[in-house]
């Protein structure tokens, strides 16, 4: 198709393809920088140091403090232990890190993306490795620039085997939540690990090397939904990093603002701010969703006002609101009275129920349960003596970690009794006796036997701990015998 004649070039359509423009952010020291290496450290070191806790459950349960044991199907965190039909739990602290994440937003918005998320602390620890390896900004810059010769080569080799390194050490970490941290690494520096093990680690190596390498602020910008849904809840009482621009406009150097005073703002046009980003962006031009909110700029342009004798917080964390107000001259809100708001107030509500909730189903929990499957096929049994029989799969479940002796009764069928498979009939009665391995769950075959005249009806099987009167269940079950009895 032909271009028309008359086109110019800010008419043209945008591409919808953007070559991505590397970011080389300086180096910056400050109070939230400080925050950001104290967040970072504390991650790092739960996230690497967790799979390592030792928590001692006894001989019959591992002794991982963390550890999601997926072959047992079961998960453990400290002295927790959720078994597969209480995933319940596991849901309820999803939702919770969810409700947790909208509260944090409300409150004060996206610290999440700026301090804790997993892409924001390894972006930031390869953007070290940046430095160490390339120099501060202007250095790596210029390399980035320079022609590909046998000393780029090197440093570019030499920085990305840290690169792989770190990113190694990141996928390596995250099996040793799914089994015996010691005993798999053993496994997995002599070949023997799980194939599972290996093709994790290589995913996970990949992908870190890669997202925190070379994408970094491109996952923020157009591959995490997370900002976009932070965007729609945040309104004008939101913590955000704002640029004051009644106070800062019209921008102009020192040797501007000095030979002609009282025509610019305090902005002296240093860049700065833009230079220290982590993901490029200019918060002069107003939030944008590149802006994570890690306060870098904040830390980076009070140095510049401290140096040029003006009052700090020309960017500062506002709220749209209080930007407004200290535009208009009046005094801003305090930030944490905007923390306390209906909205923070009811996520904080829900979150903190949940939380409740939870752990009061754990207190009160009991460690003992029982299932039952009766035989369909056939629903019953003509014994030669006219008594009528039906059979039942019990499951006896033992959630502790030390093996139980445990009762089976049944209640509400008169004149039954009831055998198992390694029993004589001879010796059947009302209640049984199992001892049922620790952390286990025991399959126990049982026949009911009722007399002649007993008709279709409900009954209870009844499971009872022995020595503990709390730690017991029952199921209802259905005894069929022939119709017109
Ligand atoms: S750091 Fe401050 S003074 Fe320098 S350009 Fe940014 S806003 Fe202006
Ligand atoms: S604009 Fe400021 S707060 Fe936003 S990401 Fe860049 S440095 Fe961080």
């Known amino acids: 198709m032909n271009k028309p004649e008359n086109l110019k070039p800010e008419d043209e359509p945008l591409g919808l393809y953007a ?23 504390i991650c790092l070191a739960i996230y690497w140091i967790t799979p390592w806790i030792r928590w001692d459950r006894g001989p019959y349960a591992p002794n991982q403090a963390v550890l999601i044991d997926l072959a047992h199907r079961r998960f453990y965190m400290f002295s927790i232990e959720i078994w597969p039909q209480e995933f319940y739990f596991v849901a309820g602290l999803l939702i919770m890190a969810g409700i947790g994440l909208f509260l944090v937003t409300s409150a004060v918005g996206r610290a999440w993306c700026g301090y804790a998320c997993p892409q924001t602390v390894w972006t930031d620890v390869f953007q070290h490795v940046d430095r160490f390896f390339d120099g501060d900004r202007n250095a790596r810059f210029r390399l980035y620039k320079a022609p590909w010769g046998p000393a780029k080569i090197a440093r570019r080799l030499a920085k ?7 990113s190694f050490a990141t996928g390596g970490a995250w099996i040793f939540y799914f089994a015996d941290a010691p005993t798999l690494q053993h496994a997995f520096w002599t070949g023997t690990a799980p194939v599972v093990a290996y093709a994790t680690t290589f995913v ?40 004051k621009d009644w106070r800062g406009e019209p921008r102009g150097s020192v040797k501007k ?7 610019f703002g305090d902005c002296i046009d240093c860049n700065q701010c833009v230079a220290v980003c982590p993901t490029g962006v200019d918060i002069r031009n107003g939030p944008t969703i590149g802006c994570i909110t890690c306060a870098l700029c904040i830390d980076a342009c009070d140095r510049v006002m401290k140096e040029t004798g003006r009052p700090r917080g020309l960017i500062d964390y506002a709220t749209l609101e209080d930007a407004e107000r200290e535009k208009a001259g009046e005094q801003p809100t305090r930030h944490l009275k905007l923390i306390w708001r209906p909205r923070t107030i009811l ?42 029989r039906n059979a039942y799969a019990l499951r006896l479940r033992n959630m502790e970690g030390r093996p139980r002796q445990m009762d089976i009764s049944i209640e509400g069928l008169p004149g039954a009794a009831m055998w198992t498979e390694d029993m004589a009939r001879e010796d059947a009665s009302r209640t049984l006796t199992r001892m049922v391995p620790a952390d286990e769950t025991q399959s126990v075959r049982v026949y009911v036997v009722a007399p002649s005249d007993t008709a279709s009806q409900k009954f209870e099987f009844k499971l009872q701990a022995v020595g503990d009167a709390r730690e017991k269940d029952e199921a209802d079950v259905k005894f069929d015998a022939p119709e017109g009895q």
């Not at 990305?160 to 770190?166: E, R």
Request: net charge positive.
């Open 160 to 166: 990305w085997s840290v690169y792989l390194a770190i």
């Open 257 to 263: 603002a000095e030979k002609n005073p009282g025509q």
């Open 204 to 243: 996970l190596t990949m992908t870190t090397f890669v997202l925190g390498g070379f994408m970094r602020e491109q996952v923020c910008i157009y591959m995490c939904p997370w900002p976009r849904i932070q965007t729609a809840m945040l309104d004008e009482k939101s913590l955000l990093v704002t640029y």
């Open 347 to 388: 996520y904080f509500s829900v979150w903190a129920g949940i939380g409740l909730a939870l752990l009061f189903m754990l207190g009160t929990r009991i460690h003992t349960q029982l299932n039952v499957a009766k035989d369909r096929n056939p629903p019953y049994i003509l014994m030669s003596d006219g008594s009528i």
């Open 19 to 41: 070559k991505r423009e590397p970011v080389f952010n300086r180096r910056i020291d400050g109070k939230f920088r400080r925050i950001k290496w104290a967040i970072m450290v």
